[in-house]
T-cell receptor
Framework: DSGVTQTPKHLITATGQRVTLRCSPRSGDLSVYWYQQSLDQGLQFLIQYYNGEERAKGNILERFSAQQFPDLHSELNLSSLELGDSALYFC??????????????FGPGTRLTVL | AQTVTQSQPEMSVQEAETVTLSCTYD???????LFWYKQPPSRQMILVIRQEAYKQQNATENRFSVNFQKAAKSFSLKISDSQLGDTAMYFC??????????????FGQGTILTVHP
C-alpha cells in the first residue's frame, strides 16, 4: 500500500458525460501528479500540482481539468467524454520539494470505461 | 523532448534464474533520474529502483540491480533469483533534474515479464 488513495476504483459512463476522479496523497506530500495509461498511448503525464498550484502540464486535453484543494487532495475532471478517454488514470504523490529528486508513489488507479 | 525506449515487449524466465530488461533513453540533459517501476496484474505501480545520473555507482535493491551506461544512454534492470511474484509489466522511466520538469515522468512502452515455475 503506497498510502495514496484514489476513488472510485471503477467508473463506467457514456460518451458526452462528465466525471470526477479523486486522489488523496500520502500524508505530508505536497505534490500530486496525474497520469493516464491507455493501450494506444501508454503511460502519459497529464498534470502536476504542488501545494495547490499548478506546476507542470503534459499531454492534457482541454476537456480535462484538475485542481488541488487546501487539504491537498486533488480532483481530475474529464468532460465531453469520448470512447478514446477509456483508460486507467493514476494519481501519484511526492514529498516536500515536489521535484525530480522526490520519489513518486502511485495510487491504485481509477479504471474509466466510456461506452 | 525526452524519449524512453524498451525494445523487448515480452520476456520470460524460469524461477530462480536471472533476467535482464533493456531500456534506452534519449536526452540532451546531463542531470536526470531514471527509474524502474513494476506493474503486477493488480495494476498498482510500484517503484523497483532509481538511479541518479550524476552517481556513477549502479543502484541495487536486494535482487534488483541496474546497469547504467550514461554515455550509451542505457539503463537495464537485472533481476536475480527470479520469483513468481516478479511476474509483471516493467516500465523504465526518466525525469529531468532541472528546468521546469518538476519531476514529471516519461515512461517507456513497458516489458511484460513472465516468471515460469
Amino acid at each position: 500500500d503506497s498510502g495514496v488513495t484514489q476513488t472510485p476504483k471503477h467508473l463506467i459512463t457514456a460518451t458526452g458525460q462528465r466525471v470526477t476522479l479523486r486522489c488523496s496523497p500520502r500524508s505530508g506530500d505536497l505534490s500530486v501528479y496525474w497520469y493516464q495509461q491507455s493501450l494506444d498511448q501508454g503511460l502519459q503525464f497529464l498534470i502536476q500540482y504542488y501545494n495547490g498550484e499548478e506546476r507542470a502540464k503534459g499531454n492534457i486535453l482541454e476537456r480535462f481539468s484538475a485542481q488541488q484543494f487546501p487539504d491537498l487532495h486533488s480532483e481530475l475532471n474529464l468532460s465531453s467524454l469520448e470512447l478514446g478517454d477509456s483508460a486507467l488514470y493514476f494519481c501519484a504523490s511526492s514529498g516536500l520539494a515536489g521535484g525530480p529528486s522526490d520519489t513518486q508513489y502511485f495510487g491504485p488507479g481509477t479504471r474509466l470505461t466510456v461506452l | 523532448a525526452q524519449t524512453v525506449t524498451q525494445s523487448q515487449p515480452e520476456m520470460s524466465v524460469q524461477e530462480a534464474e536471472t533476467v535482464t530488461l533493456s531500456c534506452t533513453y534519449d536526452t540532451s540533459e546531463n542531470n536526470y533520474y531514471l527509474f524502474w517501476y513494476k506493474q503486477p496484474p493488480s495494476r498498482q505501480m510500484i517503484l523497483v529502483i532509481r538511479q541518479e545520473a550524476y552517481k556513477q555507482q549502479n543502484a541495487t535493491e536486494n535482487r534488483f540491480s541496474v546497469n547504467f551506461q550514461k554515455a550509451a544512454k542505457s539503463f537495464s534492470l537485472k533481476i536475480s533469483d527470479s520469483q513468481l511474484g516478479d511476474t509483471a509489466m516493467y516500465f523504465c522511466a526518466f525525469t529531468r533534474a532541472g528546468g521546469t520538469s518538476y519531476g514529471k515522468l516519461t515512461f517507456g512502452q513497458g516489458t511484460i515479464l513472465t516468471v515460469h515455475p
